[in-house]
């Protein structure tokens, strides 16, 4: 299992600004994926970051709304750019371990944009 | 469409009842697992099924694959206060490596 850590835990930013947000983890993992979640609803992959290459982007969601760094194997931060108050929603990032891709997630970022 | 769906979407259910969530679909998976979101939380992983068939309990939850793994349910037993959540089924596609799907959520209220 991994322990997940994410900052801030929850924001309210004006439109047009951006927000970075920092996942951290307590061992070296290859993959880390970022989620987007309305409350009570499912939650919808953004992208997955692999240390040392581009993040992979799920249809829907672009690079430069949504850049992503992964500097090295504990840490990814996620920025959502150019914010607009459709933005507002829950931010997860999470990570795989073992073969049975299980996905162990930090307690989310609650954005809210007005 | 989604990839996974559950059923029922909202459940409301009285503490001490039984009840069943299914979760959906018409792709082969090569494992499912449920997870439970509270408020404010990230999803908490509670079991991963690999085998066709399979069955695995925690408690009073009974998780069960299907025998094609295209589906799964969770049985809860006297459910109780503490069950009230957000479940999740989630599983990779055999096809495509590490893509992971979620379900579309099944949200569980139970009334002390």
């Known amino acids: 299992s991994a322990v997940i850590s994410q900052k801030p835990s929850r924001d309210i930013c004006q439109r047009g600004t951006s927000l970075t947000i920092q996942c951290q983890v307590d061992s070296q993992v290859t993959m880390m994926f970022w989620y987007r979640q309305q409350p009570g609803q499912s939650l919808t992959l953004i992208a997955t970051a692999n240390q040392g290459s581009e993040a992979t982007y799920e249809s829907g969601f672009v690079i430069d709304k949504f850049p992503i760094s992964r500097p090295n194997l504990t840490f990814s931060t996620l920025t959502v750019s150019n914010m607009s108050p459709e933005d507002s929603s829950i931010y997860l990032c999470s990570t795989s371990t073992g073969s049975s891709y299980e996905q162990y997630f930090g307690p989310g970022t609650r954005l809210t944009v007005t | 469409t989604q990839l996974l769906e559950q059923s029922p979407q909202f459940l409301s259910i009285q503490e001490g009842e039984n009840l069943t969530v299914y979760c959906n679909s018409s792709?082969?998976?090569?494992?499912l697992q449920w997870y439970r979101q509270e408020p404010g939380e990230g999803p908490v992983l509670l079991v991963t099924?690999?085998?066709?068939?399979e069955v695995k309990k925690l408690k009073r939850l009974t998780f069960q694959f299907g025998d094609a793994r295209k589906d799964s349910s969770l049985h809860i037993t006297a459910a109780q206060p503490g069950d009230t959540g957000l479940y999740l089924c989630?599983?990779?596609?055999?096809?495509?490596?590490?893509?992971?799907?979620f379900g579309t959520g099944t949200s569980l209220t139970v009334i002390p």
């Open positions: 099924v690999v085998t066709g068939g």
């Open positions: 989630a599983g990779g596609l055999m096809s495509t490596g590490n893509q992971f799907y």
């Open positions: 792709s082969v998976f090569s494992s």
